[in-house]
């Protein structure tokens, strides 16, 4: 099953979206985090950060240090979309 949507996160006091896809698979979660934003672009490679896990972010973020703060927004905003609140079932 695969889930997509967009995220809103703030950067440098700058607010960017992302398009976010969660696939579904073997009992992983797969994560693809698309930025849409040109500037992004000379921070993440192809503007694309993928990983396996909800956890798997910090794994980028040790990997992309002198981009931690950029990644740890993202993580923040997309972990908002997975948490389910009480009254959305």
């Known amino acids: 099953?695969?889930?997509i949507f967009t995220t809103r996160f703030t950067f440098n006091h700058q607010h960017y979206d992302a398009i976010i896809t969660v696939l579904s698979q073997d009992g992983q979660l797969n994560f693809s985090i698309r930025l849409m934003d040109d500037e992004l672009l000379q921070l993440v490679p192809d503007g694309q950060l993928k990983y396996t896990g909800r956890d798997g972010i910090r794994n980028i973020q040790a990997e992309n240090h002198h981009v931690q703060s950029l990644i740890q927004s993202i993580a923040s905003s997309v972990e908002k979309h997975l948490?389910?609140?009480?009254g959305q079932l």
């Open 1 to 3: 099953m695969a889930r």
């Open 83 to 86: 948490t389910i609140q009480p």
